[in-house]
């Protein structure tokens, strides 16, 4: 059996961008562990989420597994990519049930991975959550997106900060995209300019950097990721 480099988990492991990460950890000898509703057969651990249970149970449910899980190891990173897209402004019909389903997908997710790194991350670990460019300013034809993902970008500087409650040295820093080159935003969008995408692989290769002390941003980092002629930059914010 090949020996474990290092251990990873990844909040939203099954989603286009989770899975790309899981599969670029997998394939360096990484154990990863996937969080999320539905399992990732890549991944060496599942840890489910109920989608029906509360934040909190959600919360006490997820460290549960994972500590059973780790048995006591510490991990390298933890990975939050969870969320989802819904519009909306004020004056739409599911403007309370879009903005309520982008807090649950977006800061339900990054506050657990919080509590997750607190517990589980190595001394010197890195956490990496998931903001918008757009979130940066006003979004008033996706009101509930664009609340969720300021939630997260104050989140990650809450957690930057020393006093917060993390293992030492770690860093916490959150990536800002503003399209993914996904399957899905293909299917939807498909007459649209894709040279303006970011590639999930990139992300995943962001993410590899870290975890072996590569390019490691400045602690609290917000990351805009900026992609023209299919070139991604990162611009802090």
């Not at 057969?41 to 500590?67: C, F, G, H, R, Y």
């Not at 001394?123 to 006003?138: C, N, Q, Y």
């Not at 008033?140 to 990650?156: D, E, S």
Request: neutral net charge.
């Amino acid at each position: 059996m090949a020996t474990i480099l290092g251990r990873v988990l990844v909040y939203g492991g099954k989603g286009a961008l989770g899975s790309t990460c899981v599969s670029k950890f997998k394939s360096n000898n990484w154990w990863v562990g996937c969080i999320d509703m539905k399992p990732n057969d890549q991944a060496d651990a599942n840890i489910i989420v109920k989608p029906e249970n509360s934040w909190q149970e959600q919360q006490i449910n997820i460290l549960e597994q994972i500590t059973n899980i780790l048995n006591g190891e510490k991990v390298d990173g933890v990975i939050c990519v969870a969320g989802g897209w819904a519009g909306g402004n004020a004056a739409h019909k599911d403007f309370i049930k879009n903005s309520d389903l982008m807090w649950k997908q977006s800061v339900w997710s990054s506050v657990i991975a919080g509590s997750i790194a607190a517990y589980h991350l190595k001394e010197g670990g890195f956490l990496s959550l998931t903001g918008a460019k757009a979130a940066l300013a006003e979004t008033p034809g996706m009101i509930g997106y664009g609340m969720a993902k300021a939630a997260v970008h104050q989140l990650t500087k809450s957690l930057a900060d020393k006093e917060s409650g993390l293992p030492k040295n770690s860093l916490v820093t959150a990536i800002l995209p503003i399209t993914l080159d996904t399957p899905m935003n293909r299917k939807w969008m498909s007459t649209a300019d894709t040279s303006t995408w970011t590639p999930l692989e990139f992300i995943a290769d962001l993410f590899w950097k870290w975890s072996q002390g590569q390019d490691r941003p400045v602690n609290g980092s917000l990351l805009q990721l900026i992609t023209k002629d299919n070139k991604t930059e990162l611009i802090t914010a």
